[in-house]
């Protein structure tokens, strides 16, 4: 089955060139150091998935094409967002 295309052009230009990666927030361990306990953020395996299917991480449309314009705008092989802790969202060039 081809892929279908995109109607949504920020979409399918993203898709294009990165690859999404979404890790999704678990918790936070303590790691014993020389120096005292350090605070490590966990996250669930990270999920590959597509600028039509990030809708299900971030709803805000608003907040979703202000980062599509950020990673575009920035032109680096690995940009990374976190947003609101819960949620690591990296985006890979191809």
Known sequence: MPAQHSHNPLNAEINKYYII???????????????????????????IVSAETLNRYVEDEKLKISLFNDVLNAGVELYTRMIRKRLKIEFRSK
């Not at 999704?24 to 303590?30: F, L, N, S």
């Open 21 to 47: 990666h979404v890790a999704e927030y678990k918790g936070t361990i303590d790691i014993a150091t020389p120096n005292g306990n350090k605070k490590e953020n966990i996250y669930y395996p990270k999920q």
